[in-house]
């Protein structure tokens, strides 16, 4: 059985998929992201209404700020240009269907980190959540790495059950993006995204991308990166896959990432989960490895890797 997290409850979903929108064929690559700037992802067009926050803890919750959709996988309430200046909490929604597009996300950061603190959290009975075209950040958004302003969240977004992540710019948080997604449940995505700027404040660990304890069924394409830290630093960890504790009981299967460009990292790619209990396929591919001050990798290497580089075409092997 999969790992539930200390919420109560939760349903375990099919293997399947959720609702999925063709890539913009604009972007091949992260690099693509990178040379523009940030420009082709987060927030595309101006929201129209804005909440101090929102618990969706019902299909109803949903229903009553959608455009359309009926909460069906093949018909998703669609939540649309709405600017969110408090934490987004989905509970209770087990089964449901949702996608927010153009929206803002600005969480309740603060100076030292607030613990538990998230943009957008999906608990354990929460429903499969695609959010594409939007931005999650401090409402001031990170001007400078070096003591930005109003501080920062503990996660980005975080979620226990499966999600999309499709063109969205992803900053000020210790973990821009963590998730505990189990082996039987449904895949996840990230894709075309920018995650930068990582808050870090008072001895906070730090992961671009966190999977834990039985975060299965991950692909990760198409992303700009990049881990430059509160005070210039660099992230702990570019990808930071565990099983934490390590003697807990937990599997991680099946990792795909590919396309990506990943910069100003301490670790690229850590994992203390042993070879016997992450499980294969974990593939590593076509991805630009940017600036590093510690290590490629550590502990679990890949299945099969091939066509990883440095920006001048140097090849690296994991």
Not at 81 to 90: G, H, L, Q
């Amino acid at each position: 059985m999969p790992r539930r997290s200390a919420l109560l409850g939760g349903t375990d979903y099919p293997l399947g998929g959720g609702p999925v929108d063709p890539p913009p064929g604009s972007i091949t690559h992260g690099i693509d992201i990178r040379n523009a700037n940030g420009g082709n992802v987060g927030l595309l067009v101006a929201t129209t209404t804005t909440h101090n926050g929102f618990l969706y803890d019902s299909a109803g919750a949903f229903a009553g700020h959608s455009i359309s959709g009926n909460g069906a996988a093949g018909s998703p309430y669609v939540i649309d240009r709405r600017r969110y200046t408090s934490d987004v909490r989905i509970r209770n929604t087990a089964g449901v269907y949702a996608k927010f597009t153009n929206c803002r996300f600005e969480g309740d950061p603060g100076i030292p980190t607030p613990g538990g603190s998230a943009f957008v959290w999906v608990e354990d009975t929460g429903a499969f959540v695609e959010i594409t075209d939007s931005t999650l950040t401090t409402a001031g958004g990170p001007t400078t790495a070096t003591n930005p302003p109003g501080g920062g969240c503990d996660k980005g977004f975080l979620s226990y059950v499966p999600f999309t992540l499709r063109r969205c710019d992803i900053s000020m948080a210790a973990v821009l993006c963590g998730f505990e997604i189990g082996r039987t449940e449904s895949a996840s995505l990230v894709e075309d995204c920018y995650m930068h700027n990582v808050w870090s404040n008072a001895g906070d660990h730090t992961d671009i991308i966190n999977g834990n304890f039985h975060a299965s069924h991950v692909t990760v394409r198409r992303c700009w990166l990049d881990g430059i830290r509160t005070g210039d630093t660099y992230v702990v960890n570019g990808f930071g896959i565990y099983d934490d504790p390590a003697d807990s009981t937990g599997i991680i299967e099946d990792w795909t990432i590919s396309s990506n460009y990943v910069e100003r990292c301490q670790t690229v790619f850590l994992s203390n989960t042993s070879t016997s209990r992450f499980l294969a396929p974990f593939v590593v591919t076509d991805n630009i490895i940017g600036d590093f001050n510690l290590q490629l990798s550590s502990m679990r290497l890949p299945t099969s890797q091939s066509a990883n580089r440095r920006a001048d075409g140097t090849p690296v092997i994991f």
